[in-house]
């Protein structure tokens, strides 16, 4: 019934509508891992949450969780392992664990709490006097959490005595979206009180409702660059849409997604839930981002964005004149693509290579710091690796991506040791987006002066 509607009109049974509870509140009960099937196996991928259950009793990236309460996890759903291990806060959970390196399981019995789920677990200087925050979801955490960001950057900048940072690269990349309050949020920390923010429409004239920044901004005036690409959606576009509307950001990267729907939440009975669409949203300008669905299925809806290329003719302007573009997501002010994945870096991806390889390296090197570098001879240990696991290559195609490598295996070592915000460092220097953003935090600047004497002149 719910698919004759839209897209995101959705039915959520018991279990997704709790994890869709969760991921609003931004907070569950747990144990503080992530973890994933890897060769059929249920392996911890990140490191344990500062202060969770899991590091309390010394759970590690690579831990394969062979048992929960005595019931074997081989075979087992992977939605079911993750529901066994949460519950109740103060309850224990009984788990049997293998490490790598380690001949005998190891039985750990760590005590449920509740685990906050950040939405900005990365943020820092990316160059001198110039931060980088990656937002990775819209929860009811978010906007203190920009806020607590913000000022993490600023105490950075007191050690070098600087008063106030010379831009931002806001990264929204692959963000699916979330609460539309926390959007609006995150979109009053860079605007001016009065200036709108999103407009909802409804069927009726009624229900038509403008949401315009409530706050004074006095502080976060410095230049912003954020970036997109086909997987920001929903709360993502309302933020990029109005700082491109109102000439506050630079918009770097590639066409969002294109969802210009909103859904109202509503609890079922037996726990179950409905996302049902009872309004569209525009942008400051008047756009509407939404691409059409009505000529495709809801899995090239999904899946396959470039069926539905955005429309051209639906043009709108900026606060000082620029041309802005609806019908079909955000479109950047500036196109830069992602670097395609070649096939020896997609084989690397699916035998797991790098993932082995830092498993057994830390599994015999666990002291590292944050000045480690990858050098030649741990790359031509990874060469042996991928020989003895059987792995497929050629020469030609090891050496024409021995950056990648190198690239690959720190981030990953990073990741285990160190966790995402560090990880995320070690990607960012080659990455062609940030670089690009970067060299516009200039133009950004010059962009927002522009916007800001126009808005003074109004008033």
Known sequence: MLRTLDP??????????????????????????????????????SPPFAGSPAEKVGLRVGDVISQVNGEPTAGMDLNEVVSKLKGPRGTSVKIKVIRPGVDEPIEMNPIRDEI????????????????????????????????DALRKLRDELKKSDAK?????????????????QEAIEVCETFLQKGQLIVETRGRTRGSNRPYASQKPNADNTFPVVVLINPQSASASEIVAGALQDHDRALIVGQTSFGKG???????????????????????????LIQRDYSQISQFDYYNHRETVPAKKDDIKHSDIGRIVYGGGGITPDYVVEEPKVNEFQTTLAAKFAIYTFVRDFLAKNPPIDQSFQVSDALIDQFKQHMMKRGIEFTEKDFQDNRDYIKRSVKYEIFYNRFGVSEAGRVLLGEDPQVLKALDLVPEARDLANKARRQLAEKR
């Open 116 to 147: 906050a789920k950040f939405t900005i677990n990365t943020a820092f200087m990316v160059r001198p006097r110039i931060g980088y925050i990656k937002l990775d979801s819209f929860a009811e955490t978010t906007g203190q959490e920009l806020r």
């Open 164 to 180: 106030e940072l010379d831009g931002l690269v806001f990264d929204l990349r692959n963000n699916p979206g979330g609460l539309l």
């Open 261 to 287: 729907l909103v859904q109202s939440v509503y609890p079922l009975s037996k726990n179950a839930g409905l996302a049902l669409t009872t309004q569209k949203w525009f942008t400051p300008s008047g756009r």
């Open 8 to 45: 995101h009109s959705k039915f959520f049974d018991p279990k997704a509508f709790t994890s869709l509870r969760e991921d609003q509140r931004g907070k569950y009960y747990g144990l503080g891992i992530t973890v994933t099937t890897r060769f059929g196996k249920v392996t911890v991928v």
